[in-house]
C-alpha cells in the first residue's frame, strides 16, 4: 500500500520533471527539472531495492552531470529575446500527435492484458533478482562478470568521448 | 559464469585498433615541443590497422563461439567485416598522411580517433547484446563526429560534424528507446533472448515496437531514406580522406550490425522483411535521383553513397527468407568490401583535388576536374575506373557486387525489388559518366587542379584500391569465397 | 532503528508485523529524529560560528564576540533572532522562485547527510549499507542549491562566485570520493557503522595508520573536504574581497543564515567524516565492538556515552583545526585550486586506491608486515605530534604570549 503510493507520487514526479524539461523555454527550468526528474528516478529505483543505483543516479547524474549541465548554461546566460517566439508549426503538432499516440499505445498495451506476466521476458527478470539483488555485492558481480564486456567498454567510450571533445575545443587546425 | 581471459582473444582486431590509439596519443607527449616531426603516426596507424587485419583473417577458420557470457560473438561473418573495416583504414591512413601533411594539419589525435573508430566498428560487427552495440556504436560514432570536425576551415567543417552529431545523437536516442522496448519484451538485452521472445510469440506489441525503432536507428548510420538528411552536408564537409573511411567503414559496421539485429534477434518471425523492402526502395530512387543534380562532386558521391545503402538493403532484405540467407549474407559482405574499396579510392582523388580548396575553404565543383587527364593522366584513370565500378559497369567490383546482390534478391522471391534495383542503378550511370566526361572531354579551364607534393603515398593508396576494384570484377573467386566462409554462420 | 521499534512493540505486547500501529510509529520516530538531526546541526553550527570568532580573535590577539552571556556564549542565538526577523529581500530582477527555492536545497542537502553520521556506537538514524555512498550522494545536492542560487540572483558576484563555487566542488569530489574509497576497501562495506567496527580502539588500529596510502588519503580527503566546503584557503567562491560575498550575495534575512548554516555545519559533517573512516570513530580502546555489544544495564550506558564524548572529541578536534586553517592560511588562486585537484590530488587518490589492493593482497599473505607498518606509522605520527607541540611550547616561552587575558575577556 504505502509502496504504491510512494510510486505514483514518484512517477508522477518524474513525468512532470520530464514533461518540464521539454516544455520549458527557458533552459534553466529545463535542467533544473530534469534534476527533480532524476531524484524522483531515484525514488522508484529505492522502490525497486536497487538501492546502490539510487544512490549513483543522484550522486552522478544530479550530482555532477546535470551541475555541468547548468554550468554552460548559466554562462550561456540566454535572455528572453534570444529564446526566439513561441510558435505552433504543423511539426510541432504532427509530433505532438505522435508523442500521444505512442504513449496511448504503450499504456494500452501496458496495462492491458497482452504484457507478458509469462514468457522468457519474466523467467529472465527472476533470473536477474538474485539473492541480494541491489546491493553492492550484486551489482558488482554483474558489473564484473555478466556485463564485463559493455563495462570495460564503457572506459573506451569515455576515452574517445574526451578525446573527441578535445579536438573539438582546440584551436583551428 | 566467470570472466575468461581467452575470450579477449576473440576481441583482438578490436584490442589491437584500441592499442594503437593509446600508443599514438601517449607519443605525443615524447615530441619534441617547436615543430615536431609527426611524419611517422600514420605508418603507426596504418601498421595497427594492418595488424587488425592479419588478426581478423587469422581467426576466420575459428569455429563460431560466443564471448564474454553471450555479450559478443566470434564468428566468419564478424571477421570478415572487421577485415573490411581495418583494410578501409589501412588504406584511409596513407590517404591522410598525404593530404594531412600536405596542409600541415598532422596531429596524433586524427589517427588515434580513426583507430579508436575502427575499434568500435569491429566490436559492433562482433556484438550480440543491444548494450554492447550501443556503447560500440557510440565509441564509433563520437570518433567520427570528432573527425568530422577535425580540419575546420571554412564554415562547412563545423557545420558538418555540428549536423552529425546532433541527427547522430538524435538516432543513438532512438535506437535505446528501441533497446528499453527490447528489454521490456525480452527482460534480457542479448539478442538469442531477443529471438526466444519473439519465436514465444509474447509481448507482440513491444516486440514490434522495438524493432521498428532499433531498424530506424541504424538506419540513420546506413545513410537509408528518409534517414539521409544529414549525408550530403557532411561527406561534403568532412575532409576527403575521413569521408571515404567513414563511407567504408561505417557503412560495413552498422550493416553487419543491422543485419545482427534482424536476422538474430528477430530472425524467425521474418516480418522485418516487409519494412527493409519499403525502405530500399525508397533509398535506391531517392539516392539516385538527388545525385543527377549535383554539381559538387563530394556531394554526388554522398547521394551515390545513399544509393548504396539501398541496394545493401537489397541484400538484407533477401536475408529475411531463410532459404538464401547465407546467399544473401555473402552477397552484403562482398558489396561492402568492394564498395569500401572504390569510395576510398575515389575519395582519395577527390582529397588531391580538395586539398588546394580547403586552403580556402571552398567546396570542390565538377569544373575544377575538367582537363584532370591532360596534366594527371593516371590520376584521371583511376578517378575514371572508380565512377565506373560504382556505377556498376563490369568489369569492376562494383559490377560482380551487384550482381551478386540481384542474384540473391531474386532467389528470395524478391523480383521487383531486384528489378528496380537495375533501372536505378542504369539510371545511375548518368551522373557518374560525367564526371569521367569532365576528366577527359571538358577543356582544361584553370590552373593546375594538383597542388603538388606527397603525392606518391597517394598514388600508392589509389592504386592499390584500383587493384582490389580490378581484381574484384575480374577475378572475384577468392573474395566471393571469402564472403562465403564468412556468411556461413547464417546458413542453416 | 526499525529493530529498535520492534522490540519496544514487542516489549507492549503487539506483534509488529500485525500491530495495526507499526507504520505510524515508524513514521513518528522517523520524525522525531529528523527533528533531532535537523535542531542538532543547526544548533551546532550556530555555536560553531561563535566558536569561530573567538578562535579567529584569539589568533589575532584581539576579543572577538564577549557581551552576550558568558563568553559572548549567546552571541549566535541574538544573530539567529536578529535575521530571522529582518525582511526577506528579493532583487526586483532576480529569477523569484529560484531564487526562494535555492536555500531549501542547500539545508536538503545538507540535513540528509546526518541520516548515515554515526554519533555513537549505537546513534545512528539509518546505518544504510552504502552509507559513506550516500553521503557523497546527497552532498551533491548543494551544488544544485549554490548553483541556482548565483544564477538566479541576476548580479554578477553572485553567477561567478556560483560558477567558481561548482566547478570547485565538482573537481574536489573526485580526490574526495577516491580517497573515501580506501577506507571501505580496507573495511569491505560502504556501511559508516561497519568502518568503524572495522577499525578499532587504538590509534595503530585507525585506519589512517594502517598503510602510507590510507595516511595520505587522509589528508587528500581533508584538502578535499576543505575545498568541498568552501573554506579557506579554498573561499574563493565566497572571496570578500573580489566577489562581495559570492554566491549569497543577494540574499537578506532568514535565507541568507540558511547558507552560512550550511557551511558552518558542514564542518562537523566533514570533520565526523573523517573520524568515521579513518580515526576509529566512536571506538574504545580495548572494548572491541564484540564485546561493546554484549554489555547490558548501567555499564553499557556509560560506555555509550564515553564513545560518544569520544566521537564528538575527535570530531570536534577537526572542527577546530578547520577554524585554525582559516585564520593561518591565505586564499590561492583559482588556477593554483585547479591544478592542485586534478594534477595531484586526483592522481595520487587513484594511486592510493590501486596502492591499498595491492597492499591487502600483501598483507593477506604476510600478516605481521601488516602490523609492523601501523605500529611504525603510529610513531611517526606521535612523534610529529610531540615535536609540533614541544616547538610550540618553546615559541610561547620565547616571545611570551602577546595576549591580554585580562580585561574584557
Redesign the interface.
Known amino acids: 500500500m ?1 509502496e504504491a503510493v510512494l510510486f505514483y507520487l514518484f512517477a508522477a514526479g518524474v513525468l512532470a520533471g520530464g514533461s518540464q524539461v521539454v516544455l520549458r523555454r527557458n533552459p ?1 527550468y529545463g535542467a ?1 527539472s530534469l ?1 527533480g526528474c532524476f531524484f524522483f528516478l531515484a525514488g522508484i529505483y529505492v522502490l525497486l531495492s536497487a ?2 543505483i539510487a ?2 543516479q ?2 552522478v547524474y ?3 552531470v ?3 549541465f ?2 554552460v548554461i ?2 550561456l ?1 540566454l535572455k528572453e529575446e534570444e529564446l526566439g517566439e513561441l510558435r505552433f508549426t504543423f511539426w510541432k503538432v504532427v509530433g505532438l500527435v505522435a508523442v500521444l499516440a505512442t504513449a496511448a ?2 499504456a494500452w ?1 501496458a496495462l492491458g492484458p ?3 506476466s ?8 527472476i533470473l ?1 533478482a538474485a539473492e541480494g539483488f541491489g ?2 555485492k550484486a551489482v558488482g558481480r554483474t558489473l ?7 563495462f570495460e ?2 572506459s ?2 569515455l ?3 574526451i ?6 575545443a582546440k584551436g ?2 | ?3 575468461n581471459p581467452g575470450d579477449l582473444y576473440g ?1 583482438l582486431p578490436a584490442l589491437l585498433l ?1 592499442a594503437g590509439a593509446l600508443v599514438l ?1 601517449t607519443s605525443e607527449v615524447f615530441l619534441r615541443p617547436v615543430e615536431p616531426d609527426r611524419r611517422y603516426q600514420a605508418w603507426v596507424a596504418a601498421a595497427f590497422a594492418f595488424a587488425g587485419l592479419w588478426a581478423s583473417l587469422a581467426q576466420l577458420g575459428d569455429p563460431a563461439q560466443p ?3 553471450g ?2 560473438v566470434s564468428d566468419g561473418f564478424a571477421h570478415i567485416v572487421a577485415a573490411v573495416v581495418c583494410a578501409a583504414l589501412f588504406l584511409s591512413c596513407i590517404v591522410a598522411f598525404s593530404y594531412l601533411e600536405s596542409l600541415r ?1 598532422t ?1 596524433g ?2 589517427y ?2 580513426a583507430l ?2 575502427a ?2 566498428m569491429c ?1 559492433l560487427a562482433q556484438a550480440t ?1 543491444l ?2 552495440i550501443f ?2 556504436l ?2 564509433m560514432s ?2 567520427v ?2 573527425l568530422c ?5 571554412g564554415k562547412r567543417p563545423a557545420e558538418a ?1 555540428f549536423k552529425y552529431f546532433i541527427l547522430g545523437s538524435f538516432a543513438s536516442a532512438i535506437f535505446l528507446y528501441g533497446a528499453a522496448f527490447a528489454f ?5 538485452t542479448r539478442l538469442a ?1 531477443l529471438a ?2 519473439v519465436r ?1 510469440g ?5 516486440v514490434y ?1 522495438s524493432a521498428a525503432l532499433l531498424a530506424a536507428g541504424f538506419a540513420f548510420k546506413v545513410a537509408a531514406v528518409p534517414f539521409h538528411m544529414w549525408v550530403p552536408d557532411v561527406y561534403d564537409g568532412a575532409p576527403a580522406p575521413v569521408t571515404g573511411f567513414m563511407a567504408a567503414g561505417v557503412k560495413a559496421a552498422a550493416f553487419a550490425t543491422l543485419v545482427r539485429i534482424l536476422v538474430s534477434g528477430y530472425g524467425e518471425g521474418g516480418r522485418w522483411r516487409g519494412l527493409i523492402v519499403a525502405l530500399a526502395y525508397l533509398t535506391m530512387l531517392v539516392g539516385n535521383l538527388l545525385a543527377v543534380p549535383q554539381r559538387s562532386v563530394k556531394r554526388m558521391l554522398a547521394y551515390s553513397s545513399i544509393a548504396h545503402a539501398g541496394y545493401l538493403l537489397v541484400a538484407v532484405a533477401a536475408m529475411g527468407t531463410s532459404a538464401p540467407r547465407a546467399d544473401a549474407a555473402g552477397a552484403l559482405l562482398f558489396y561492402l568490401a568492394s564498395y569500401g574499396a572504390t569510395v576510398i579510392g575515389a575519395f582519395a582523388v577527390v582529397a588531391i583535388i580538395e586539398r588546394k580548396l580547403a586552403l580556402s575553404g571552398l567546396g570542390d565543383d565538377l569544373s575544377s576536374w575538367a582537363g584532370l587527364s591532360e596534366k594527371h593522366p593516371a590520376l584521371a584513370a583511376a578517378m575514371s575506373l572508380f565512377m565506373i565500378s560504382l556505377a556498376g559497369v563490369p568489369p569492376t567490383a562494383g559490377f560482380m557486387a551487384k550482381l551478386t546482390v540481384f542474384r540473391s534478391a531474386i532467389e528470395a522471391d524478391l523480383v521487383p525489388l531486384a528489378i528496380f534495383g537495375v533501372i536505378t542503378s542504369v539510371a545511375g550511370l548518368y551522373y557518374y559518366l560525367r564526371v569521367v566526361v569532365y576528366v577527359y572531354m571538358v577543356p582544361e579551364a584553370k590552373a593546375d587542379a594538383v597542388q603538388g607534393g606527397r603525392l606518391l603515398s597517394a598514388g600508392l593508396a589509389i592504386a592499390g584500391c584500383a587493384l582490389i576494384v580490378l581484381w574484384m570484377g575480374v577475378l572475384p573467386g577468392s573474395f566471393a569465397a571469402l564472403a562465403q566462409s564468412g556468411a556461413a554462420v547464417f546458413g542453416r | 532503528m526499525q529493530d529498535f521499534i520492534d522490540n519496544l512493540i514487542r516489549s507492549w505486547g503487539h506483534d509488529p508485523a500485525a500491530w495495526p500501529w507499526t ?1 505510524f510509529l515508524y513514521l513518528a520516530f522517523m520524525g522525531a529524529a529528523a527533528f533531532i538531526v535537523v535542531n542538532f546541526a543547526a544548533i551546532s553550527a550556530g555555536i560553531f560560528s561563535w566558536a569561530e570568532r573567538r578562535v579567529a580573535a584569539r589568533m589575532q590577539s584581539r576579543v572577538g564576540p564577549n557581551r552576550v552571556g558568558p563568553f559572548g556564549f549567546l552571541q549566535w542565538v541574538a544573530d539567529a533572532v536578529k535575521l530571522l526577523l529582518k525582511e526577506d529581500l528579493v532583487p526586483a530582477e532576480a ?1 523569484a522562485v ?1 531564487f526562494r527555492a535555492a536555500p531549501y536545497f542547500m539545508m536538503v542537502g545538507f540535513a540528509c547527510v546526518f541520516v548515515c553520521l554515526p554519533f555513537s556506537h549505537k546513534l545512528i538514524v539509518a546505518d ?3 552509507g559513506i ?2 553521503i ?6 548543494i ?2 542549491g549554490i ?2 542560487s ?2 538566479s540572483s541576476n548580479s554578477k558576484w553572485s ?1 561567478f562566485g ?2 567558481r563555487s ?2 570547485q ?2 573537481s574536489y ?1 573526485i580526490p574526495a570520493g577516491m580517497a573515501l574509497m580506501i577506507p571501505v576497501l580496507l573495511a569491505g562495506t ?1 556501511s559508516t557503522q561497519g568502518i568503524i567496527r572495522a577499525q578499532g580502539g587504538w590509534p595503530w588500529q585507525w585506519f589512517i595508520f594502517d598503510n602510507p596510502a590510507a595516511f595520505a588519503a587522509f589528508f587528500i580527503y581533508f584538502i578535499s573536504a576543505l575545498a568541498e566546503g568552501n573554506r579557506t584557503p579554498f573561499d574563493l567562491p565566497e572571496a570578500e574581497s573580489e566577489l562581495v560575498s559570492g554566491y549569497n550575495t543577494e540574499y537578506s534575512g532568514m535565507r541568507f543564515s540558511y547558507f552560512f548554516l550550511v557551511e558552518w555545519g558542514n564542518m562537523w559533517v566533514m570533520s565526523a567524516i573523517a573520524t568515521t573512516m579513518f580515526l576509529g570513530g566512536w571506538q574504545l580502546p580495548g572494548l572491541s565492538p564484540a564485546r561493546f555489544d554484549a554489555l547490558t544495564g548501567g555499564v553499557a550506558v556509560i560506555a555509550e556515552i564515553a564513545s560518544l564524548a569520544l566521537f564528538a572529541f575527535k570530531t570536534l578536534f577537526f572542527v577546530f583545526v578547520v577554524m585554525w586553517l582559516r585564520w593561518t592560511l591565505p586564499r590561492i588562486r583559482v588556477d593554483q585550486m585547479m591544478n592542485m585537484c586534478w594534477k595531484y590530488l586526483v592522481p595520487a587518490s587513484f594511486a592510493g586506491a590501486l596502492f591499498v589492493a595491492a597492499w591487502m593482497l600483501l598483507v593477506h599473505e604476510a600478516p605481521w608486515l601488516g602490523q609492523a607498518m601501523r605500529f611504525a606509522l603510529t610513531a611517526i605520527a606521535a612523534v610529529t605530534v610531540a615535536a609540533f607541540a614541544l616547538r610550540t611550547l618553546k615559541n610561547l616561552r620565547d616571545t611570551g604570549d602577546k595576549f591580554d587575558f585580562t580585561s574584557n575577556w
Open positions: 504505502a534553466i533544473v534534476v538501492h546502490l544512490i549513483l543522484v550522486l544530479a550530482g555532477a546535470m551541475v555541468l547548468v554550468f548559466m554562462l546566460n499505445v504503450i498495451r497482452a504484457y507478458p509469462t514468457g522468457p521476458a519474466r523467467d529472465n527478470a536477474l546491493g553492492v564484473y562478470l555478466a556485463a564485463v564486456l559493455p567498454l564503457t573506451l567510450l576515452l574517445v568521448a578525446v573527441a571533445a578535445v579536438v573539438v583551428k587546425i | 559464469m566467470n570472466f576481441v584500441a596519443l564471448l564474454f557470457a555479450a559478443a594539419a596531429r589525435e586524427f588515434a580517433l579508436f573508430s575499434s568500435g566490436l547484446d548494450v554492447v556503447i560500440s557510440e565509441v563520437l570518433a563526429y570528432a570536425a577535425y580540419l575546420r576551415r560534424a521490456g519484451a525480452s527482460g534480457s533472448d526466444a521472445t514465444s509474447s509481448a507482440t506489441t513491444l515496437a | 507504520q529569477d529560484l544504510l549499507n552504502i555512498f550516500y557523497l550522494a546527497v552532498t551533491a545536492l551544488v544544485v548553483i541556482m548565483g544564477w553567477l556560483a560558477i561548482a566547478a566542488i565538482i569530489e560502504l
